[in-house]
């Protein structure tokens, strides 16, 4: 499975950025996606989850309500709009993919995009 993550950027606080994320190398709708983010010198963190079939999605309480999980399973992409943006938010944002069970935690997920940096000005 190859991931190819984009959309970040230099954005000022309070302002937006959309990340997406093309998969390709295996039927796209029986993968559960999942965005994760590391700061410098920081463990790499769970930011937000959407099921296989888009039916579920899960958010980490520091961006609930900020941001949304999306995916197009015929376009073969998972995306994370993110608004409200702060400077706690920067970091590099990785998608992930799992074969059907959606996780919060690294470590279950089996093929990882080369990650977009996000840098938020305050």
């Known amino acids: 499975v190859q991931l190819q993550a984009s959309g970040g950027g230099l954005v000022q606080a309070g302002g937006s950025l959309r990340l997406s994320c093309v998969v390709s190398g295996r039927s796209f709708n029986t993968l559960s996606m999942a965005w994760f983010r590391q700061a410098p010198g920081k463990e790499r963190d769970f930011v937000s989850a959407?099921?296989?079939?888009?039916?579920?999605?899960y958010y980490a309480d520091s961006v609930k309500g900020r941001f949304t999980i999306s995916r197009n399973n015929v376009q073969n992409t998972v995306c994370l709009q993110m608004n409200s943006l702060k400077p706690e938010d920067t970091a590099v944002y990785y998608c992930?993919?799992?074969?059907?069970?959606?996780?919060?935690?690294?470590?279950?997920?089996?093929?990882w995009g080369q990650g977009t940096e996000v840098t938020v000005s305050s």
């Open positions: 992930a993919a799992v074969p059907w069970i959606t996780a919060t935690t690294a470590g279950r997920y089996t093929d």
């Open positions: 959407i099921l296989w079939s888009g039916s579920s999605t």
